[in-house]
């Protein structure tokens, strides 16, 4: 509470009427029902106004009421005025989308090839406010958590904390019977929510800033980064612009928008650029006509960028290899790759009245590819069965072992490696992203 503004606050309501510091200690100690003679005397109403002192809690009350104000207005310096937030943060956004909108609406003159140059161009553009919007809110939540939290914020800056949860970021983290579940905002969970961190910057009183912002999140994440694709919660990531056309920023546009993707990045806190650094190791194409994976090439070079940007190393948030105890034989993996790529699919044919060969399909991902590396492998198996051979040996899965979220501040600041980083970034090139993720992602030992 800034006792300097609140003073100053009382002496414009007090000019306002129009009144002397004397006049207004007859009629504010007439409106109390105090005798003049006994009422405030100009000395105290001075010191007020001065930033001095504050008027007791019953002179607040009486003072509000006299000023047609309320106490919160007072011990806040000013009058609360509601603020139409989302024309704050998106009207500019939506007026140039309106004019962009209308461009394209009458591009049917143009040559094919120019509407498509004009269409791109209109997304870049409608990518690179969507960038800055984000960032902006970003750099603003993490301000007024804080605030928040240590009981340090004005109503109206409260208001734009409510509105930047309930209508932008919409969803939050939390423990539910010792597991991290996702929930959807509303104003009793939000109420809670705030309880909640305030109560925890109440057991932390002697942590930095950055210490706060860590175990906030790490205990009720309102705020995470944006996913580097437009695939919903990659990664488990909250996807920021989810009832938005153009939620995200697309990988394979990123060199498009570099400049302001990247400075996105280096505005984003510590340890998410570490976080962020380890989820794109599982962006690796294994599928050529996946189109949500992508090249080694690519990978990597987002991941030099990414260490540019401030991303380290950080061995507290790895991978494990996690030992398959189920076993698996021979047999059931032929079968099973000849049902998914050779077997053909038996339908019934209503106009023929029959059942017919088809080829096969599956309906939530197209037709399968019997890839080169499917077809050695399925006569490797071959071999091996006609060998003699059964059960296959226990094999590893690579998981990621823990989120940053996962962690204590003090783990996660001991895992940061900045040698490891400067390491990978040298070789970076002479590695494959498999040999990147063993060497300097990956805990010792299998679980």
Not at 193 to 205: F, N, P, Y
Not at 246 to 263: A, C, K, S
Not at 279 to 299: A, G, K, N, R, W
Not at 428 to 443: L, R, T
């Amino acid at each position: 509470m800034d006792k300097k503004k609140v003073g100053k606050f009382l002496k414009e309501l007090r000019t306002e009427k129009g009144l002397t510091q004397t006049e207004f200690s007859l009629q504010f100690s007439k409106f109390c029902g105090i005798d003049a003679y006994g009422g405030f005397s100009c000395a105290a109403i001075s010191k007020w106004e001065r930033g001095e002192t504050l008027p007791d809690l019953y002179n607040l009350r009486d003072i509000a009421k006299y000023y047609g104000v309320t106490v919160d207005e007072i011990l806040e310096g000013g009058r609360h005025t509601p603020v139409d937030f989302n024309e704050l943060y998106f009207g500019e956004h939506n007026c140039k989308e309106r004019k962009r909108s209308s461009i394209l609406s009458d591009i049917s003159p143009l040559l094919p090839s120019e509407r498509l140059s004009t269409c791109e161009e209109f997304w870049r553009e409608s990518d690179v406010d969507l960038l800055k919007i984000q960032m902006h809110a970003e750099e603003r939540y993490r301000y007024l958590l804080l605030a928040l939290a240590r009981n340090n914020i004005s109503r109206t800056d409260e208001d734009e904390f409510d509105y930047l949860c309930l209508s932008y970021f919409k969803q939050y983290y939390c423990f539910e019977k010792g597991k991290q579940t996702i929930k959807s905002f509303n104003v009793d969970s939000l109420k809670y929510v705030k309880i909640d961190m305030k109560k925890l910057a109440g057991s932390l009183t002697s942590c930095s800033d950055e210490e706060l912002l860590f175990e906030i999140n790490r205990r009720c994440c309102v705020c995470n980064f944006m996913p580097m694709v437009s695939v919903s919660d990659m990664g488990a990531i909250c996807n920021r612009f989810r009832d938005l056309h153009r939620t995200t920023v697309e990988l394979n546009n990123l060199f498009d928008l570099r400049p302001i993707y990247f400075d996105f990045v280096k505005s984003l806190l510590p340890w998410d650029k570490d976080e962020l650094l380890t989820i794109t190791l599982d962006c690796i194409c294994h599928d050529e006509d996946d189109d949500f994976d992508y090249s080694e090439d690519l990978v990597k070079e987002f991941i030099k960028s990414l260490i540019d940007c401030g991303a380290t190393v950080n061995h507290a948030i790895n991978y494990k290899r996690v030992l398959k105890n189920k076993k698996r034989y021979i047999a059931r993996e032929l079968a099973e790759l000849y049902q998914t790529y050779c077997a053909p699919t038996i339908v019934y044919d209503v106009s023929q009245k029959r059942y017919v060969e088809v080829e096969h399909c599956s309906p939530d991902f197209g037709f399968p590819i019997f890839t080169a590396e499917h077809q050695r492998e399925y006569a490797e198996l071959e071999d091996r069965l006609l060998a003699g051979e059964n059960e296959l040996e226990p094999y590893c899965r690579i998981v990621r072992n823990r989120s940053i979220y996962d962690i204590t501040y003090r783990e996660y600041v001991n895992g940061r490696n900045k040698q490891s980083t400067e390491d990978l970034y040298e070789n970076i090139d002479e590695m494959s992203v498999e040999e990147i993720k063993n060497k300097y992602f990956m805990a010792e030992g299998t679980i």
